[in-house]
């Protein structure tokens, strides 16, 4: 029984001193011990080779936005003369059906006054040609049939102006003026050997998609001119010698509007080409009677976005051209259209063409 006290009271003790110590040892540590240890060591460069940077911190950040951009203007108002166009296209068209409409959009205006430009040389007109002549002969002294390739709908994307860059010269180029379509964009084709023209904004009997400033024969005579004036001041400077209408079956109807507009080109020594969207179009008559060079559209290349179908249209323009002497063929910048032109300019001389921008053609027929 006096064994069993004594153990447990020494039990008892050997706890109580070690709480006390765990108690004393807590409340006043030892520097010692909880001292951190300290220790250098010498790394190797990190190899960052073959680690691609993140998307944005490249130079494709800014491409990417400005692609989005051009991709949303494309998607509202790019290939809007397809409202007018009818998908049975002939080889030889004088009489065209309204094309297929394009969503409505409100029209836009932007008020300027008129001015009086300072008259461009006529020889101005064929010094950016790759085919300028001054020589005035007669088709019959041609030793090829020519063809002039209008490309459309250009400005709204950059890069569909880069893809037309690539395509053989000399080709025409009709520019928007709204939209991303800019100075810098026409510059680009003009020094690499394009010719280029305003694509003219113009209403259509159809309801369609109206492109920003579009010309109604409604307007007033000094609000039209106004109004065209502004559009040929967005590209001044950029050696536009001539224009062509965008749409515009309605407007090219009237006498009074397409004198409005025939007036100014007088001014300007500008010719226009009638992309003959009406067989009603009195363009002809009025640019003769002012003595404005007039020339119109033969074949519409790609009603119907098939390489196929638009390469038949390049053989329908090559007949009309054999058979006249000249052809006007006008298409846009889709990819099917593009590459069927590339593909189609290859066998130029076997089939006895030569492909001159519009401005040759009218030294030849005025």
């Given at each position: 029984?006096?064994?069993?006290?004594?153990?447990?009271?020494?039990?008892?003790?050997?706890?109580?001193?070690?709480?006390?110590?765990?108690?004393?040892?807590?409340?006043?540590?030892?520097?010692?011990?909880?001292?951190?240890?300290?220790?250098?060591?010498?790394?190797?460069?990190?190899?960052?080779?073959?680690?691609k940077p993140f998307l944005f911190e490249t130079q494709w950040a800014d491409e990417i936005g400005a692609t989005l951009d051009e991709l949303q203007?494309?998607?509202?108002?790019?290939?809007?003369?397809?409202?007018?166009?009818?998908?049975?296209?002939?080889?030889?068209?004088?009489?065209?059906?309204?094309?297929?409409?394009?969503?409505?959009?409100?029209?836009?205006?932007?008020?300027?006054?008129?001015?009086?430009?300072?008259?461009?040389?006529?020889?101005?007109?064929?010094?950016?040609?790759?085919?300028?002549?001054?020589?005035?002969?007669?088709?019959?002294?041609?030793?090829?049939?020519?063809?002039?390739?209008?490309?459309?709908?250009?400005?709204?994307?950059?890069?569909?102006?880069?893809?037309?860059?690539?395509?053989?010269?000399?080709?025409?180029?009709?520019?928007?003026?709204?939209?991303?379509?800019?100075?810098?964009?026409?510059?680009?084709?003009?020094?690499?050997?394009?010719?280029?023209?305003?694509?003219?904004?113009?209403?259509?009997?159809?309801k369609a998609s109206l492109a920003p400033n579009t010309l109604s024969p409604e307007m007033e005579y000094d609000d039209l001119q106004n109004r065209?004036?502004?559009?040929?001041?967005?590209?001044?400077?950029?050696?536009?010698?001539?224009?062509?209408?965008?749409?515009?079956?309605?407007?090219?109807?009237?006498?009074?509007?397409?004198?409005?507009?025939?007036?100014?080109?007088?001014?300007?020594?500008?010719?226009?080409?009638?992309?003959?969207?009406?067989?009603?179009?009195?363009?002809?008559?009025?640019?003769?009677?002012?003595?404005?060079?007039?020339?119109?559209?033969?074949?519409?290349?790609?009603?119907?976005?098939?390489?196929?179908?638009?390469?038949?249209?390049?053989?329908?323009?090559?007949?009309?051209?054999?058979?006249?002497?000249?052809?006007?063929?006008?298409?846009?910048?889709?990819?099917?259209?593009?590459?069927?032109?590339?593909?189609?300019?290859?066998?130029?001389?076997?089939?006895?063409?030569?492909?001159?921008?519009?401005?040759?053609?009218?030294?030849?027929?005025?």
């Amino acid at each position: 029984m006096k064994k069993s006290v004594i153990f447990i009271f020494v039990l008892l003790a050997i706890i109580a001193a070690e709480t006390w110590a765990l108690f004393h040892h807590s409340r006043h540590p030892s520097p010692v011990e909880y001292a951190f240890d300290e220790q250098e060591y010498d790394l190797p460069p990190p190899n960052l080779q073959g680690i691609k940077p993140f998307l944005f911190e490249t130079q494709w950040a800014d491409e990417i936005g400005a692609t989005l951009d051009e991709l949303q203007a494309v998607v509202e108002g790019s290939f809007q003369d397809l409202s007018e166009q009818s998908s049975n296209n002939p080889p030889v068209i004088e009489n065209k059906d309204e094309r297929t409409p394009q969503k409505d959009e409100p029209l836009s205006f932007t008020e300027t006054k008129i001015k009086t430009p300072d008259p461009v040389k006529p020889a101005e007109v064929l010094q950016n040609t790759d085919v300028a002549t001054s020589e005035s002969r007669s088709f019959a002294a041609e030793a090829k049939a020519l063809v002039a390739v209008v490309i459309d709908d250009v400005g709204l994307s950059i890069p569909f102006t880069n893809q037309i860059a690539q395509i053989e010269k000399p080709v025409t180029v009709a520019f928007l003026p709204y939209g991303a379509s800019n100075k810098n964009q026409v510059m680009k084709l003009k020094n690499a050997g394009f010719e280029v023209i305003l694509h003219t904004p113009m209403m259509p009997h159809v309801k369609a998609s109206l492109a920003p400033n579009t010309l109604s024969p409604e307007m007033e005579y000094d609000d039209l001119q106004n109004r065209f004036n502004a559009m040929l001041d967005r590209f001044a400077g950029t050696g536009m010698y001539g224009i062509n209408n965008h749409m515009g079956s309605k407007f090219t109807e009237s006498k009074k509007a397409m004198t409005a507009i025939v007036e100014v080109l007088k001014q300007k020594n500008m010719f226009f080409l009638d992309s003959k969207t009406s067989s009603k179009s009195v363009a002809r008559s009025v640019c003769r009677t002012y003595g404005v060079p007039y020339i119109s559209r033969d074949i519409f290349l790609d009603n119907e976005k098939d390489y196929g179908k638009i390469m038949q249209q390049f053989a329908a323009t090559e007949r009309v051209a054999k058979k006249r002497g000249y052809a006007v063929a006008i298409g846009h910048p889709y990819p099917q259209t593009l590459r069927a032109l590339k593909d189609w300019e290859k066998n130029l001389d076997a089939h006895n063409i030569k492909l001159v921008p519009l401005s040759y053609l009218l030294q030849r027929i005025n």
